[in-house]
């Protein structure tokens, strides 16, 4: 079975400053797709940044960007010129094989501190 | 393009109730899934509808039920309330079932049973 864990519970940045949160998987599957949603305070998910496994390139949006390591199976969201409005739960997530259904990790909770 | 919408807001029930959660899937989305979110987790897969059939469950008992409408909205119900089905309930919509579309979150519906 398709797994995400996130070992970080709570993450703390100073603004402006640069943090990274990471995330690896399992899957037997070769065809997939990551995900970094973030889940502020409203509870309303959002979609930050998506890697298509068949693609060697890192995703790459604004200050947002990931470290996609297939073979380790991992795969880190890296936040540069971090916000106050950055601060919230971050989810990595994993959809692929035969599934519709994303799987979550646990989340890491990010603080921004100003 | 409205987006994805989900009432009510917030309930709370009494243990052994039933319960009617509702979402509005995205204009022009015909498949929606349904996660559950207990406190200080990320979301598990309750199960998905994609034209108005069932496309996968995840692990969660029968008194756990959907319904997709022919306008492709939704409803999660469930029967026969526990005190551990207190959580945020997430719906969401996307273009198609499969692992390529992406799916965009509703707010969210955060039962209470007390």
């Known amino acids: 079975a398709q797994t995400v864990t996130q070992s970080q519970p709570e993450m703390s940045v100073q603004e402006a400053e640069t943090v990274t949160l990471s995330c690896t998987y399992d899957?037997?599957?070769?065809?997939?797709?990551l995900f970094w949603y973030k889940q502020p305070p409203s509870r309303q998910m959002i979609l930050v940044i998506r890697q298509e496994a068949y693609k060697q390139q890192n995703a790459t949006e604004n200050r947002f960007s990931v470290n996609f390591q297939k073979a380790a199976k991992s795969f880190s969201l890296k936040i540069s010129d971090s916000q106050l409005g950055d601060a919230a739960m971050y989810f990595c997530a994993y959809i692929g094989g035969s599934q519709g259904n994303l799987i979550f990790g646990k989340g890491t909770k990010l603080s921004v501190k100003p | 393009e409205t987006g994805v919408t989900q009432s009510p807001t917030h309930l709370i029930k009494t243990r052994g109730q039933q319960v009617t959660l509702r979402c509005s899937s995205q204009s022009g989305h015909n498949t929606v899934s349904w996660y559950q979110q207990a406190l200080g987790q990320g979301p598990q897969f309750i199960f998905q509808?994609?034209?108005?059939?069932?496309?996968g469950r995840g692990n969660f008992p029968p008194r756990f039920s959907g319904l997709q409408f022919p306008n492709y909205s939704s409803e999660l119900n469930v029967n026969a309330l526990e005190l551990d089905d207190s959580a945020l309930y997430l719906c969401?919509?996307?273009?198609?079932?499969?692992?390529?579309?992406?799916?965009?979150f509703g707010p969210g519906t955060r039962l209470t049973v007390t």
């Open positions: 509808y994609y034209r108005e059939e069932e496309n």
């Open positions: 899957t037997s599957e070769s065809d997939y797709y």
């Open positions: 969401a919509s996307s273009l198609a079932a499969g692992t390529a579309y992406e799916q965009y």
